[in-house]
T-cell receptor, first 112, second 113 residues
Framework: GENVEQHPSTLSVQEGDSAVIKCTYS??????FPWYKQELGKRPQLIID?????GEKKDQRIAVTLNKTAKHFSLHITETQPEDSAVYFC???????????FGDGTTLTVKP | NAGVTQTPKFQVLKTGQSMTLQCAQD?????MSWYRQDPGMGLRLIHY???????DQGEVPNGYNVSRSTTEDFPLRLLSAAPSQTSVYFC????????????FGPGTRLTVT
């Protein structure tokens, strides 16, 4: 089955700095790669996603890049703010089969 | 729209007891799924459904049953609870997986003693 590895497990940055989280996947059939933000005690919420036919997507301070050949994708957050502090999860979906595999999460702390 | 709702929010079971976690959505979504989230880990797919009457197993299906008799509801049954099933359970739904956002319910925190 699919295996998703996410790094780093914890990340601490100063307010205004950039943060990068990386994920690798193993199954070349995976075709949809969302990123979720989860605050303590809350449900995961989608922040950005990318499909396998796209190499990069940007939404204001957040961007995601996908390298299908190397089977890795990354989340980039620029100009970080304290409210960006949360756990971030990457996931790889094989949508034709309804399957999804999540990474173990990255705890991002933005220091004011 | 209420979105995705789950009941109960909290539950404590004794080993061997059975129960059903309820999930409902009012967005006419075809795809629904159940995940469990253990401390310090990501979500793991238990079961999913691509439409009423159709269900399939995810990564960790053992000890759980599902059914999908209507588009709106997707209950998860624990057949004989074990301490290893202590976790937070999330239900999620999407109009079309990969084409539209997957929305999560608020979660059910289950403890099995």
């Amino acid at each position: 089955g699919e295996n998703v590895e996410q790094h780093p497990s914890t990340l601490s940055v100063q307010e205004g700095d950039s943060a990068v989280i990386k994920c690798t996947y193993s199954d070349s059939a995976s075709n949809y790669f969302p990123w979720y933000k989860q605050e303590l005690g809350k449900r995961p919420q989608l922040i950005i996603d990318i499909r396998s036919n796209v190499g990069e997507k940007k939404d204001q301070r957040i961007a995601v890049t996908l390298n299908k050949t190397a089977k890795h994708f990354s989340l980039h957050i620029t100009e970080t703010q304290p409210e960006d502090s949360a756990v971030y999860f990457c996931a790889a979906f094989y949508t034709n089969a309804g399957k999804s595999t999540f990474g173990d999460g990255t705890t991002l702390t933005v220091k004011p | 729209n209420a979105g995705v709702t789950q009941t109960p929010k909290f539950q404590v079971l004794k080993t061997g007891q059975s129960m059903t976690l309820q999930c409902a959505q009012d967005m006419n979504h075809e795809y629904m799924s159940w995940y469990r989230q253990d401390p310090g880990m990501g979500l793991r797919l238990i079961h999913y459904s691509v439409g009423a009457g159709i269900t399939d197993q995810g990564e960790v299906p053992n000890g759980y049953n599902v059914s999908r008799s209507t588009t709106e509801d997707f209950p998860l049954r624990l057949l004989s609870a074990a301490p290893s099933q202590t976790s937070v359970y999330f239900c999620a739904s999407s109009y079309s997986l990969g084409e539209y956002e997957q929305y999560f319910g608020p979660g059910t925190r289950l403890t099995v003693t």
